[in-house]
Every structure is written in structure tokens, then in C-alpha cells.
């Protein structure tokens, strides 16, 4: 019991600690990389011509073996053009084996505007077009998808050089095909979630 106490606590007093001085964005001429949806909850709806739809209620931390690339772990970079406009993106590669063996790419650039809520606190919504291309080896299929993808970032900054991100995504599949040997068909997922990152400030 002592030990999550004593985490808890430790937590608590870096980010009080780091109050004063921090949050550095938005501003203009900034750069953050960030780990982004390292992890949390997701709700996926998957549409595939002539097949049942497809449902499903996840939780994961880092790599976990998601229903859609949407909610796989991603690099990024953001450029803040003034004190609150940034333009950026993320990208992403996965592959596994085993069950469900896949490997694929995901590509998500973006607009934003950021709006300091304080010292310590970051309101960050950005919007843009993600695209990922899935494959299964041996001869399998090839999942791809273009959608409509938003997300409203809270930045906690316990310092001024890095923060923890958390906030709802919500990605829409606006066209999407499965390309396999019989033939190709229409496929698209829409996807929501709480997810959460970490983020270094240069």
C-alpha cells in the first residue's frame, strides 16, 4: 500500500514543483515530438462489404493488438507557425506475428490550434486526412483506409520541456477497399477514444 501511496505523491510534487515555469506552448517558432495514443480505451465499428459488422470495446497499453491502425501507437512532430496555429503530423509502423499476423503504415497530417489554459495546462484541438495500408503476408488481403480524423489534446506540463497528453480522437473512414485475391471490396472503420501520450518540447 505504501508503494502507490509514495508513487502518487511523487507525481504530485513534480508537477506542483513544475507549475510555475512551465507549459512553453503554444508559442510561436515551438516544435513538440510526441509518442502519441501510447495507450487507453477505444471503441472501433468495422464495415466490410458482405460480412457482419463488427464491433469492438478496447483497452491497451503501447503495442497492443488493436482492431484498427487508427489506435496504434505513433511518432510525431507539430511546428507552431504563430502563439497557437501549429501544422504537423504523425506516422506510424507495426507488424506482428502469430495469430493475426499483419504489418502496415499509417499517415495522419494535421492543422491545429493550441490555447494556454493557465501555467500548467494546454487545450490543443487538431484536425486532418489519415491514411493507413494494411497487409497480411502469405498471399492475405490488403486493408486500406482514407478518413476524416479530429482530436482535442489537454497538455499537463510538469516541466517545461515535457507533458502528458490525454484527450478523445475520433476517426470517421470516408473510403476504404480490402484488396484480396478473389476480388476487391469496400471496407471502413470509424473509431473513437480516450487516449494518452507523452510530449517533449523543443
Known sequence: MRTPLFLAATLVSTFAAGVASAQPLPQKGGVAIALERGFGFTSTHTDIEGQDDRDVTEFGLLWMNSETAFHRPRAAVDFFLTDGLSLGGSLGFYSWGGDGERSGFLLYPRVG????????????????????????????????????????????????????????????????????????????????GLTFGLLGAL
Open 113 to 192: 490550434y493550441a490555447i494556454g489554459l493557465g501555467h500548467s495546462v494546454t487545450l490543443w484541438p487538431r484536425g486532418g486526412i489519415s491514411y493507413f495500408s494494411e497487409e497480411t503476408p502469405g498471399g492475405g488481403a490488403t486493408f486500406t483506409q482514407l478518413a476524416i480524423s479530429g482530436e482535442c489534446q489537454f497538455l499537463l506540463w510538469p516541466t517545461r520541456s515535457w507533458a502528458i497528453m490525454l484527450g478523445p480522437t475520433l476517426d470517421l473512414g470516408v473510403s476504404g477497399e480490402v484488396q484480396s485475391d478473389p476480388g476487391d471490396t469496400d471496407f471502413s472503420q470509424r473509431s473513437f
